[in-house]
């Protein structure tokens, strides 16, 4: 083990947080160019998969949607196609994605961002994000199991991280 490495893991206080890119990114053909950006921050992938999300899944996920009227709608969406799940962890992970996601209407998104340059409408606004490290830590739990989630040494951090 590198101890520069060692320093940095200690000193470093590390979120993870979820993202699922929905299914008008996996039917564009986005999902690459959707990790790409977040691989380019410098986050780590620690969780990948693909899952046909059910209605058991959805009313947990959106519970604070599901008595309005376009809950419909974005159940139905969410599973006309298969969903990408990730768990990607990094300093101010949740903060950082959000940022890289840009605003949940893709029409106000600033350009640069995943929803302004490849969203135009909702729900299909490419991706969801954790909105909280709350909300994170129960998404993780809700979309993987613990033996799906991977711990490993990321060298690059040696580039992004500096050991105080």
Same mark, same amino acid.
């Given at each position: 083990?590198?101890?520069?490495?060692?320093?940095?893991?200690?000193?470093?206080?590390?979120?993870?947080?979820?993202?699922?890119?929905?299914?008008?990114?996996? !039917?564009?053909?986005?999902?690459?160019?959707?990790?790409?950006?977040?691989?380019?921050?410098?986050?780590?992938?620690? #969780?990948?998969?693909?899952? !046909?999300?059910?209605?058991?899944?959805?009313?947990?996920?959106?519970?604070?949607?599901?008595?309005?009227?376009?809950?419909?709608?974005?159940?139905?969406?969410?599973?006309?196609?298969?969903?990408? #799940?990730?768990?990607?962890?990094?300093?101010?992970?949740?903060?950082?994605?959000?940022?890289?996601?840009?605003?949940?209407?893709?029409? #106000? #998104?600033?350009?640069?961002?995943?929803?302004?340059?490849?969203?135009?409408?909702?729900?299909?606004?490419?991706?969801?994000?954790?909105?909280?490290?709350?909300?994170?830590?129960?998404?993780?739990?809700?979309?993987?199991? !613990?033996?799906?989630?991977?711990?490993?040494?990321?060298?690059?951090?040696?580039?992004?991280?500096?050991?105080?």
């Amino acid at each position: 083990m590198n101890p520069d490495l060692e320093k940095i893991k200690k000193s470093v206080s590390f979120e993870r947080t979820v993202v699922l890119v929905k299914p008008d990114g996996l !039917q564009r053909g986005l999902i690459g160019e959707v990790i790409s950006r977040f691989e380019r921050k410098g986050l780590k992938l620690v #969780a990948l998969k693909m899952i !046909q999300v059910d209605d058991t899944l959805l009313e947990a996920h959106y519970s604070h949607h599901i008595d309005k009227l376009f809950f419909k709608s974005l159940a139905e969406f969410m599973k006309s196609s298969p969903v990408v #799940a990730m768990v990607l962890e990094g300093l101010e992970a949740v903060e950082v994605v959000r940022l890289l996601c840009g605003t949940t209407k893709p029409t #106000a #998104a600033v350009a640069g961002s995943i929803r302004g340059d490849f969203g135009m409408g909702l729900p299909a606004n490419i991706v969801h994000s954790s909105d909280s490290v709350e909300s994170a830590k129960e998404e993780i739990v809700r979309f993987f199991e !613990q033996n799906e989630i991977f711990e490993y040494d990321k060298t690059e951090y040696l580039n992004i991280y500096f050991p105080d």
